[in-house]
């Protein structure tokens, strides 16, 4: 039947598929399958489920400022979407794959891949510093309202809203409140008790607030998400945290340490 595995919202991403069995995506409204080699998916407000029958494949989260410097493009026309890299990349990614799959497939693989994006992102975007400031910002618990990240970022309501859509992909609210779900769930999860409702974020009205924000994100209550099946999530969830100090890329930094050159 394939494993099954839920992907929370999160910030865009490329995948690249070397598994020789196909790979499937189901998200709200829409399936892909099978994925190509090189997918490159928007940012994601709602959940998805992956569907695997084994074999490798290798993620790359991109923060909003990361992909301003690799793909310069309009993020609002991709939300909720997965489409060939080709589509989105400045030149075709089929020597990247050739390398991958000629490659050990396991620690070799983060040369290769540093070596790639190093070579395409040398350049920041115009937009860079406003980029990394709002990323910022959509972390800092004390921000709930549009209004405060105008005005913390000294932008007008409607140039907040032009380079919220173009490079983070959703409006500002959007964005503040997907933040604070995430943060909620994660919490909540990792409690795993009966009183984890307590882990919620303080800016929630009440408990009933953050499951019409489950409903909103997960298109499901609390309670059935936290019964599927999940291991691959919880090892992602895990490692993430281990390595990185965020269970997740939704709620990770704005810039991360750029490796050395190889």
Not at 187 to 208: H, L, P
Request: with cysteine; aromatic share 8%; charged share 25%.
């Amino acid at each position: 039947m394939g494993a099954r595995s839920p992907i929370l919202p999160t910030w865009p991403m490329i995948r690249f598929v070397l598994a020789e069995q196909p790979m499937t995506i189901e998200a709200p409204g829409a399936v892909w399958s099978p994925l190509p080699e090189a997918g490159f998916y928007g940012s994601a407000s709602r959940i998805m489920e992956h569907t695997s029958y084994g074999g490798v494949t290798v993620g790359v989260n991109l923060t909003p400022a990361g992909v301003a410097r690799l793909l310069n493009i309009d993020l609002s026309q991709y939300c909720d979407r997965m489409v060939p890299l080709d589509e989105v990349a400045r030149d075709t990614c089929q020597p990247l794959i050739v390398e991958l799959r000629a490659s050990d497939q396991g620690p070799a693989v983060k040369a290769i891949l540093d070596r790639f994006f190093l070579e395409r992102m040398d350049t920041p975007s115009r937009d860079e510093e406003r980029i990394i400031r709002l990323n910022h910002l959509l972390l800092d618990e004390r921000i709930r309202t549009a209004k405060e990240l105008a005005r913390e970022l000294e932008l007008h309501s409607r140039t907040l809203q032009r380079l919220s859509l173009k490079r983070f992909g959703y409006s500002p609210q959007t964005l503040i409140a997907r933040t604070r779900f995430l943060r909620s769930l994660i919490a909540v999860k990792a409690a795993g008790t009966k009183d984890a409702y307590r882990a919620i974020d303080e800016s929630y009205t009440d408990v009933s607030h953050f499951l019409r924000d489950c409903e909103r994100f997960l298109g499901m209550t609390a309670r059935r998400f936290f019964k599927l099946e999940m291991p691959f999530l919880d090892a992602v969830l895990r490692v993430r945290k281990a390595t990185l100090d965020v269970a997740t890329p939704g709620l990770g930094p704005a810039t991360y340490r750029v490796p050395e050159r190889p």
